[in-house]
């Protein structure tokens, strides 16, 4: 039987984007329908799908954060692309089991991209006040950041975090402007022995 596959690791990975990351696990990567956005694994002993997404990761990205927040995620071009790759790969693949993973923009992709059937994990996702889950999504935040203040708290698990409180935004070494909060960090996650 594969290994579990621990929540932190395969969000990290959503940045890196390493295809052999998760190869212990049984899972193949997908080069025809992964890029830099999203990563595609299909694990073929338990016919299951993986689709993991990226959150905020370059300039265009930034672009893509105002849309989301004014409600109009589904008109981005992020979107739209997480949206066509994910039924592409269901077509591809026909899964028993699909599990959509994201953070922060992946997360809010993830969530709205997700079918009833699917299995969605999000963290630090960004919502709207009053904006619910779908009943299969697990939803988890760390105490203290800023940018899923508005997650439903009924169905959010929040974890602690670190107690920086004030959003800091800094230019990278790329020229991309990321949040440096402590709280919106995926390291929060290290720890915490979630298993998708």
């Given amino acids: 039987m594969d290994p579990p596959l621990n929540f932190h690791d395969v969000l990290l990975n959503s940045y890196e984007n390493n295809p052999s990351a998760l190869e212990n696990h049984g899972f193949k990567y997908d080069t025809d329908l992964s890029n830099h956005n999203q990563q595609i694994y299909f694990n073929p002993t338990q016919n299951r799908l993986l689709y993991s997404v990226a959150g905020t990761h370059n300039t265009a990205d930034v672009g893509t954060d105002i849309y989301m927040g004014l409600g109009n995620l589904k008109n981005t071009q992020r979107y739209k692309e997480a949206n066509d790759t994910l039924a592409k790969a269901k077509d591809k693949y026909n899964p028993k089991k699909t599990v959509i993973v994201g953070s922060s923009l992946g997360g809010s992709i993830a969530s709205k991209i997700g079918k009833r059937e699917d299995d969605i994990f999000t963290y630090n996702k960004f919502s709207h006040i009053g904006e619910r889950l779908i009943p299969n999504e697990k939803a988890f935040r760390a ?54």
Avoid: C, M
């Fill in 143 to 196: 105490s203290g950041d800023l940018v899923s203040i508005f997650n439903p708290k009924s169905n959010t698990k929040t974890i602690s975090a670190a107690t920086k409180i004030l959003p800091i935004y800094l230019p990278t070494y790329s020229g991309v402007i990321r949040n440096t909060t402590e709280q919106h960090k995926l390291k929060n996650l290290k720890n915490q022995n979630i298993y998708i």
